[in-house]
């Protein structure tokens, strides 16, 4: 079955730290451009960024709210996405997602979502 | 990059069709093919239904079809059902190789 299983969200002070992490299984995961698009309570979704695979460098991309802050990697041994979050502001409070992206700019396959929230 | 504008909300009853637009720049809607369309359901991830602007993928309903005409993407649904009812997204590609979203349309189904 094609599946992407996220992991490692929780209750995080402002300022602190997180590591999410995200398991591909059905799929070559190495060949895959990865993405994470993150949901605020009660809002709409926004695209946190992009890793592509190693034919294109591993390059990353990201939004202009959490660069400087995030840092995607992976790991294609583990078939396994990652996104460390550090500096992290109350207003980075949303459910996580990770996704397949088509390399169209298109999320195909999406992960259950992992709930991360910043409060004092 | 500002958001892409999407209304609040639409609603239609059982059978008839409905159109969501989508609105951007020449920075990303109007520059690109990669205009995608998404249904996301209370408490579920979001489910791609179109993507390149009018491609439909495999298992998604024929009832669902989209389109582009300068800065602005549509999506149609055609014979609305109960199970329509959803938030949708559209987004796209912009010139800074990043991907911008809609703020999303809530569908009732009356």
């Known amino acids: 079955e094609v599946q992407l299983v996220g992991s490692g969200g929780g209750l995080v002070q402002p300022g602190g730290s997180l590591r999410l992490s995200c398991e591909a299984s059905?799929?070559?995961?190495?060949?895959?451009?990865m993405d994470w698009v993150r949901q605020a309570p009660g809002k709409g979704l926004e695209w946190v960024g992009r890793?592509?695979?190693?034919?294109?460098?591993?390059?990353?991309v990201y939004a202009a709210s959490v660069k400087g802050r995030f840092t995607i990697s992976r790991d294609d041994s583990k078939k396994s996405l990652y996104l460390q979050m550090n500096s992290l502001k109350t207003e980075d409070t949303a459910v996580y997602y990770c996704?397949?992206?088509?390399?169209?700019?298109?999320?195909?396959?999406w992960g259950q979502g992992t709930m991360v929230t910043v409060s004092p | 990059q500002s958001a892409l504008t999407q209304p609040a909300s639409v609603s239609g009853s059982p059978g008839q069709s409905i159109t969501i637009s989508c609105t951007g720049t020449?920075?990303?809607?109007?520059?690109?093919?990669?205009v995608s369309w998404y249904q996301q359901h209370p408490g579920r991830a979001p489910q791609l239904i179109i993507y390149?602007?009018?491609v439909r993928p495999s298992g998604v309903s024929n009832r669902f079809s989209g389109s582009k005409s300068g800065n602005t993407a549509s999506l149609t649904i055609s014979g609305l059902q109960a199970e329509d009812e959803a938030d949708y997204y559209c987004?796209?590609?912009?010139?800074?190789?990043?991907?911008?979203f809609g703020g999303g349309t809530k569908l009732t189904v009356l």
């Open positions: 020449s920075s990303d809607v109007g520059r690109y093919k990669y």
């Open positions: 987004s796209s590609y912009t010139i800074s190789a990043t991907v911008v």
């Open positions: 996704a397949r992206d088509t390399q169209a700019a298109a999320f195909d396959i």
């Open positions: 390149e602007v009018n």
């Open positions: 059905g799929f070559t995961f190495s060949d895959q451009y």
């Open positions: 890793i592509r695979n190693k034919a294109n460098s591993y390059s990353t």
